[in-house]
Nanobody, 126 residues
Framework: QVQLVESEGGLVQAGGSLRLSCAASGGTFSTYHVGWFRQAPGKERELVAGINLTAGTYYADSVKGRFTISRDNAKNTMYLQMNNLKPEDTAVYYC????????????????????WGQGTQVTVSS
């Protein structure tokens, strides 16, 4: 059983930056695909960025060029660096992990992930 604990989000002005981290325990972190989802009020939870076992990445079009996902297997931690934040990035952000199924493909649906962090609020003011 994997536990995921996220760092605090926060309030930031548009154009600013924020880095989220997510610490994992209780499993072999290096064998999981991990990702960051977000959910805004009234909207579905969406994958913002994902990273597989060989550091292949996926980014939603809305964040390409602004967000960077990374992982440090030695520290059992994943990160989301968010730059040039926009008001539309305001949401609750969740880290998630899924057991490797033998493929490099990064899954994009929330129901394909096995473990979740508690969620952290990120608010971007205009």
């Amino acid at each position: 059983q994997v536990q995921l604990v996220e760092s605090e989000g926060g309030l930031v002005q548009a154009g600013g930056s924020l880095r989220l981290s997510c610490a994992a325990s209780g499993g072999t972190f290096s064998t999981y695909h991990v990702g960051w989802f977000r959910q805004a009020p009234g909207k579905e939870r969406e994958l913002v960025a994902g990273i597989n076992l060989t550091a292949g990445t996926y980014y939603a079009d809305s964040v390409k060029g602004r967000f960077t996902i990374s992982r440090d297997n030695a520290k059992n931690t994943m990160y989301l660096q968010m730059n040039n934040l926009k008001p539309e990035d305001t949401a609750v952000y969740y880290c998630a992990a899924r057991r490797w199924d033998g493929y490099a493909l990064i899954r994009r649906r929330a129901d394909e992930y096995d473990y979740w962090g508690q969620g952290t609020q990120v608010t971007v003011s205009s």
